[in-house]
Structure formats: structure tokens, C-alpha cells
């Protein structure tokens, strides 16, 4: 009794949610999404899932980890392991059911076994559904229907600050000022890939020159509504090709997610 009543106040909860992450119909974006639930400086859970007319399509864990380690390499301990099967079933569990059955993660000893004298209480559910909720704030990390892109609620006039962030750190921190709906000013805090940090680099060696079609992702987006990030899923449309690398190729999901992670965050200041 008490699991249904809490059930259904989490469905109103969600019906009542802003759609700035979903799309016109009220329906997320069919598409694949990436969230991340970090603590003490740890990326504990990194999820990636795709949704399909609003429903979990698949589910896949780019990262468990906590103090006592890596859970996901081949040497895990044996209660690492069982750990993972615990998360795995939780994943599964959500296959085929829309984002409200996110809220049922909340019980997780309904739906996960006690594995090899691990109970379910050592593995943090309310982890993964916030990793999973920070995916569907950010938005689509790629569209698969561009036909139903995420529609672009009015946001604060103010300036704000997101980023993107992997097991090795921040890759993208970006600062941005919207008014009127539209963005004013974004520059890039943080622009850094495998040791490169391409805010630094020299403009004439290749990873100065891939950081020139970043920094014209989002000099595209200048005096333009909020719902032109939606634009940057096509960068080969945007950003010029260098050497080796085509603007087509480029990690504009990574500007899209920290864009739409500042944006969820409201405004850092009102200016």
C-alpha cells in the first residue's frame, strides 16, 4: 500500500516536471543519453542509455566504481562483482518501461537479489537514479529521430555554468549569459581531452586547430534562441575541417550536455 501511494506521488511529481528535456508531445527524445553520479571526486556511476517513444530501449554501465576501487575491471573482487549483477538487474528491470518506473529504483530489495552474502543494501540504488535523472537533464548525448528534437523551455536572463565530465575529469566546463531566451556571451572554462588541454594549445598544431571548431560551435550559438543547441547535433553543418579530423566528427554532444547541465543548474548569477 505504502509502495503504491508512493508510487503514484512519483508520477504526479514527474507529470508536473518542466518538459525542457522532453520533447513537444511531452515525450522524451528518442535518443541516447549520458548521465553520471560523482561523489568525493569519484565518477561512482556512469550510465548510458537510449530511449525509444519514451521507454528504456537499453541500458549500459560505463562505470562503477567507489573508494575501494574499479567494480567493472576483470580483477574485481568477487563482492565487486556481485555488486554489478545487483546494478545489472536494476537495469533491467527498467527495459521496456517509461522514466516513471525510475521512481520504483527507490525499492530496490523488490527488484534486486542478495547475491554471494551481498545484500542489496550495500549497493546504492538512489546512485543510479540519480545518474539516470542528470542523463535526461542534459538532454539526448545523440539524437536518433531528429524529427523530435528537445524542446527548449524560457530560461532566467542570467549567467550560467555546466560542464561535462568523464572518469578522468572535466573535459568540458562552459559559461554562458541568456537574455530574453537567447545566448549573449559562452566561452569555454575547461577544454581538455586525454592530457590535451586545447585552451592552450597552438592554434597551428591539430589540437589547436580542433579546439577552433569547438570554439565555433558555440560562436554559432551568439544572439541565437536556446533551442539552437539542438543545431550543434549536426556540427558538420557548423565547424570547418582540419586535417584529419571533420567538423562532422567532432564531440559536440559533450558542449550539448554541459550546455543543457548549466541550464538544469539555473543561473550561476543574475547579471
Known amino acids: 500500500m505504502i509502495k503504491a501511494f508512493a508510487g503514484r506521488m512519483v508520477l504526479l511529481f514527474l507529470l508536473l516536471l518542466p518538459l525542457g528535456a522532453a520533447g513537444e508531445d511531452g515525450v522524451y527524445s528518442d535518443g541516447i543519453y549520458r548521465g553520471f553520479y560523482y561523489d568525493g571526486g569519484i565518477e561512482q556511476i556512469a550510465v548510458q542509455f537510449e530511449l525509444r517513444d519514451g521507454v528504456f530501449d537499453s541500458i549500459v554501465y560505463r562505470g562503477i566504481k567507489y573508494k575501494d576501487g574499479d567494480y567493472m575491471i576483470e580483477d574485481a573482487s568477487d563482492a565487486q562483482k556481485a555488486i554489478v549483477r545487483q546494478y545489472d538487474q536494476l537495469a533491467d528491470y527498467l527495459l521496456g518501461k517509461g522514466v516513471e518506473a525510475i521512481g520504483d529504483l527507490y525499492y530496490p530489495y523488490e527488484i534486486v537479489d542478495d547475491v554471494d552474502a ?119 553543418e557548423i565547424a570547418p575541417d582540419v586535417d584529419g579530423f571533420s567538423g562532422a566528427t567532432l564531440r559536440a554532444p559533450k558542449v550539448i550536455s554541459a550546455i543543457w547541465d548549466g541550464l538544469g543548474r539555473h543561473a550561476y548569477r543574475i547579471d
Open 118 to 236: 551481498v545484500t542489496t543494501a550495500t549497493m546504492q540504488s538512489s546512485k543510479l537514479i540519480s545518474a539516470l535523472w542528470d542523463g535526461l537533464n542534459r538532454h539526448p548525448y545523440k539524437l536518433v529521430d531528429t524529427a523530435k528534437l528537445p524542446k527548449a523551455e524560457p530560461y532566467e536572463d542570467g549567467t550560467y555554468r555546466g560542464s561535462y565530465m568523464e572518469s578522468h575529469g572535466e573535459e568540458i566546463g562552459i559559461e554562458f549569459t541568456i537574455k530574453d531566451n537567447c545566448f549573449t556571451e559562452i566561452s569555454y572554462r575547461t577544454l581538455w581531452y586525454k592530457r590535451n588541454d586545447y585552451l592552450t594549445a597552438d592554434p597551428e598544431e591539430p589540437i589547436g586547430r580542433i579546439a577552433g571548431q569547438f570554439q565555433a560551435l558555440i560562436d554559432y550559438l551568439i544572439g541565437k534562441p536556446i533551442s539552437s543547441v539542438n543545431d550543434l547535433y549536426r556540427p558538420g
